[in-house]
């Protein structure tokens, strides 16, 4: 590069770098740190010579093959809408490969066995979400990866707007109707992982997801453990989940205190206590377990995460619900963790359908993303020294601690993705720890 660097390297052309450039390793012993960057795709082939007075090369070493390509060509990239103003209507059950994405082939090394498929959170450019699954890919990739990635996309809306201000009503209203496009697209993350089962030799897949990313995930995989007796994946990492931990667990997750008048619930606890088969007992993703191998669902959490725990962020969303126009009338009680005698009502004044069957899934997914207030804490910030999320759950790994130390700067609900490697490879060796990937890697 020019800017900053010694220069270009064209076809034919030396690049000379002096002496001066070299730094000191010891008596006799210099090295020369380099960071290669391409232009363009293609091919190339590159040789190091050593050469005295600018005379001419007296060793050359040997040449190394290079085949430059944008990251975007090396990972897989589904899409349920590679846009951030599609209607939650037009999202379909089946999602497309998009333009840009490879194609991988039939499995030919144990290495292409490994698939981790990545789903992005709210508020996320189409390029944005790229950049977010290049990062994750190639910082695990550099901590010895060398299995398929690929990306799960959806339709999540965007706001210039300040990130997780949720005294903002146009933020409000665009996370709702993000989050309402993130249930829908569970089918397709469901249809997905049933086509990744048919792949032989077989796959062994892997899902993480981050922030909203989990309802995707969650919602994909409670369809798959309604629906198949065996698991379709191996390991699901929830980080940082913007996801409400009652649907998970019904007795663990503590009880928030709601902070906007009348300071108490004005909806009742169906997360935690959702109508399916004429009961009340279960929570919502009840079930999503069975599509996973083991107790491998782990809880990425940080107890202080901004996003998920600040009052003008994820609480301060649900605690404002419902969304003006849409409406629940309670008629016999008002009080905490009870869901009889109530109804909901959208913005024509039609009743939404609450009755746990999943020909009536896409009325309940508005209930949840405009009207149903969230009595616990998120997923991503519910698990402390006296509330161990489990029910769906089998684990967790508290990024709040050493080696981790996420803390509760606004940019640290994404500090994996935006930070310098250097301060966050331990992330990344956790993830493909809890994947069970560092198997003869060396560790940090």
Not at 163 to 174: C, I, K, P, Y
Not at 274 to 279: D, H, I, L, P, V
Request: charge should be neutral; charged fraction near 15%.
């Amino acid at each position: 590069m020019n800017n900053g660097g010694p220069g270009y390297l064209t076809n034919c052309v030396p690049l000379t770098v002096a002496r001066t450039n070299w730094q000191a390793a010891g008596a006799n012993n210099f090295f020369l740190p380099l960071i290669f960057e391409g232009i363009s795709t293609g091919q190339c082939v590159l040789t190091f010579g050593f050469s005295t007075n600018n005379g001419p090369p007296v060793a050359m070493s040997r040449p190394f093959y290079l085949n430059l390509k944008r990251v975007t060509d090396l990972y897989e990239h589904w899409t349920m809408g590679d846009s951030t103003n599609m209607d939650w209507h037009d999202i379909s059950a089946y999602p497309t490969r998009t333009a840009d994405s490879a194609i991988f082939g039939k499995p030919r090394t144990m290495d292409d066995l490994d698939y981790i498929l990545f789903v992005h959170g709210w508020r996320m450019q189409p390029w944005e979400r790229r950049a977010f699954a290049g990062e994750a890919y190639k910082r695990m990739w550099h901590l010895g990866y060398k299995g398929r990635f690929a990306l799960y996309s959806w339709p999540t809306d965007y706001s210039a707007l300040k990130f997780w201000d949720m005294t903002s009503l146009a933020n409000r209203q665009n996370y709702d109707r993000s989050e309402q496009r993130a249930w829908k697209s569970g089918m397709g993350m469901f249809a997905l992982l049933k086509d990744l089962n048919e792949i032989q030799p077989p796959l062994k897949l892997r899902v993480i997801a981050h922030s909203m990313g989990n309802v995707v995930a969650s919602e994909g995989l409670r369809l798959a453990g309604k629906e198949f007796n065996t698991p379709l994946v191996q390991s699901y990492i929830a980080s940082q989940a913007a996801s409400v931990a009652n649907a998970y667990d019904a007795v663990n997750p503590e009880i928030r205190t709601r902070t906007v008048p009348p300071f108490f619930y004005t909806t009742p606890e169906i997360y935690a206590h959702f109508q399916r088969n004429s009961t009340n007992i279960q929570p919502y993703f009840a079930g999503m377990k069975k599509a996973v191998q083991g107790t491998n669902i782990v809880n990425f959490n940080n107890l202080d995460d901004y996003a998920l725990s600040s009052v003008f962020a994820w609480p301060g969303n649900q605690d404002t619900k419902p969304d003006n126009n849409w409406q629940c009338q309670l008629v016999a009680t008002n009080s905490v963790n009870t869901n009889t005698g109530y109804t909901y009502w959208d913005t024509n004044n039609t009743q939404l359908i609450l009755n746990g069957r999943e020909a009536y899934r896409d009325q309940t997914h508005e209930i949840f993303s405009y009207i149903a207030q969230a009595e616990s804490k998120a997923l991503g910030c519910a698990e402390d020294p006296t509330h161990h999320i489990r029910g769906e759950i089998g684990g967790s790994v508290n990024l709040n601690r050493p080696p981790f130390n996420f803390k509760n700067n606004t940019y640290e609900h994404s500090a994996e993705f935006n930070s310098i490697n250097m301060n966050r490879r331990s992330y990344w060796w956790q993830v493909l720890s809890t994947f069970s990937l560092t198997n003869g890697l060396p560790s940090l």
